[in-house]
């Protein structure tokens, strides 16, 4: 027996013992998830989701009084009288949860896991239906984009999926989930625009489906599967064949529009599953009198150089009407929408109020809670002590309640070149979080004209900010919610709605066949007119 075994057959039998361990957790966990939970373990977790809420969120009475949250949970624990799966306890749990009636608290069930086997067999392989677009108009659902093999797909409408008509799914669907408040246009597009994500969150894995589309009077069915990708051997004898072919130079120049290509990318915010960018930007007309800005989210990408150049170009050719499009805008980071804003505006402001909590450590909290990932628990373990610290300084007790500072509570300069023509905002149902407090910004001053539907997040803030994972110890089931208020030092009454824009446009089908942007075309119509 040589020396190198006996150095390296320790490692085997820790490996295999790590191997053994996983196998086991992941049988145990499938199991714990599969079986049916007996009636006090359930009702044990419902105790223990209320609780979970009551401790942490700080606006969870603000929409529905705590008297009437109290009887909706304690209802619930009465009505479970017989042992139900995770999967069932999920639903019911989900629609007592949208009464709190804030958007960014959702209720999520679990998943089986897969073996490190099973799950390489997917590892590389695109699953087509996930990466298409959705639209739900008069009651029906419509493919509004897919990739090119898929692209005669685009304008057809989906009959079936998985045999379930969409309607019925939707419909479901919108019980699971809440808006901020009490307006319902989230409900009108969020499940539509984002069918694959919930068809995922709520059937589970599948490895094939079947969906039934409608194009004109054809109906015809395509069932969707697990593709790999063209064959790695293959690309890398072509990349390794073309990298011998090339010169010195070649390679050089190679490298640089490589490089390129990554902050082009960085910049725009480009998203790789469906092939396009997150900000886009450009002007409608040859004189370059009206510029477009799109921007699906605040999520990814370094926005800085985005919209200094933006509005530099703006400045350049003296830009009279710029159109912001935050149209199926999820939201995202508060540092680019307070970004944004100050291009907008010629005064100084206060971006954000101080943010209310329910103790004076919310990143500890957001953290340690039990369905984070150990890295994330790691971290909090090494820095605990400055993290503490932080929280510390930045929180102080006012009035019996909680507040944190953040540095956009502070006083604010507007950009130096800030935008001085006429500003239009496209919003929907779908604009929510980051996108409607920008867009409360832009109404409480004045600054911009609104057209589309109110904004399915809310105008007087939402709880947000940091978010608290916990996992249920019994079923299992994920509960999520936002830890921190976030608003601009602007209100409106009733509270409990969004932006409502100046003029409401709700787009129709027909626009769509025909190509038409109903929105966008009344906002350039005007701007034509002269009016």
């Not at 996983?22 to 209320?50: F, G, M, P, W």
């Not at 933006?310 to 970004?339: C, P, Q, W, Y």
């Not at 953040?406 to 239009?424: C, D, F, M, R």
Request: glycine share 6%; net charge positive; charged share 30%.
């Amino acid at each position: 027996m040589t020396k190198t075994f006996l150095l390296i057959r320790p490692a085997f039998l820790i490996a295999g013992l790590i191997l053994a361990t996983s196998c086991a957790s992941v049988k145990k966990y499938n199991k714990q998830i599969s079986k049916n939970h007996t009636v006090s373990e359930l009702r044990e977790d419902v105790d223990i989701a209320y609780a979970q809420l009551k401790k942490y969120h700080p606006k969870l009475y603000q929409y529905t009084a705590k008297e009437t949250l109290d009887f909706k949970f304690d209802s619930l624990k009465q009505a479970i009288k017989t042992p139900l799966t995770s999967r069932e306890f999920y639903e019911k749990l989900a629609q007592v949860v949208t009464h709190v009636h804030q958007g960014h608290i959702s209720v999520s069930p679990p998943y089986i896991k897969r073996k490190r086997k099973a799950r390489k067999k997917f590892r590389d392989k695109k699953f087509a239906f996930n990466a298409m677009d959705f639209e739900y108009l008069n009651d029906k659902l419509w493919v509004i984009d897919a990739n090119e093999k898929d692209s005669a797909l685009v304008g057809a409408e989906v009959v079936a999926v998985g045999g379930a008509h969409p309607k019925f799914l939707i419909e479901k669907y919108n019980t699971l989930i809440a808006s901020d408040g009490y307006n319902t246009t989230l409900f009108e597009g969020m499940v539509g625009s984002r069918f694959p994500k919930f068809y995922r969150k709520n059937q589970g894995f599948v490895d094939s489906l079947k969906v039934t589309f409608k194009n004109t009077d054809s109906v015809f069915n395509k069932t969707f599967h697990w593709i790999a990708p063209k064959d790695k051997a293959e690309k890398d004898s072509t990349a390794n064949s073309k990298k011998q072919r090339m010169t010195r130079e070649e390679r050089k120049a190679a490298r640089i529009a490589r490089r390129e290509k990554r902050k082009l990318n960085d910049k725009y915010g480009y998203i790789k599953e469906k092939d396009e960018f997150t900000r886009i930007f450009k002007f409608m007309d040859s004189d370059s009198t009206v510029a477009y800005m799109k921007i699906r989210g605040f999520t990814n990408g370094s926005y800085d150089d985005f919209y200094e150049e933006s509005f530099a170009a703006m400045d350049a050719v003296g830009t009279k009407h710029l159109i912001i499009d935050l149209r199926d805008n999820g939201g995202g980071r508060l540092a680019e929408i307070n970004e944004l804003y100050g291009y907008l505006t010629d005064e100084e402001y206060q971006f954000i109020n101080k943010s209310e909590v329910t103790n004076r450590l919310p990143f500890l909290n957001f953290l340690f809670a039990n369905g984070n990932s150990w890295f994330l628990k790691g971290l909090g373990v090494v820095f605990s002590p400055f993290i503490a610290v932080h929280n510390l300084i930045k929180t102080e007790k006012q009035e019996e309640k909680i507040y944190y500072r953040w540095k956009y509570t502070n006083t604010q300069k507007p950009k130096e070149n800030t935008y001085k023509g006429a500003v239009y905002v496209l919003i929907n149902g779908n604009s929510f979080s980051a996108s409607s407090i920008l867009s409360t910004h832009l109404k409480a001053t004045d600054r911009a004209t609104f057209i589309g539907q109110e904004t399915g997040g809310a105008y007087n803030g939402t709880v947000a900010g940091l978010f608290r994972n916990y996992e249920l110890p019994n079923t299992k089931v994920r509960l999520r919610m936002g830890i921190m208020q976030l608003e601009a030092p602007y209100k409106t009454a009733p509270d409990g709605y969004g932006v409502k824009p100046d003029v409401e446009i709700t787009p129709t089908r027909k626009d769509r066949e025909a190509g038409i942007d109903s929105e966008l075309q009344y906002v350039l119509n005007k701007i034509k007119s002269g009016k």
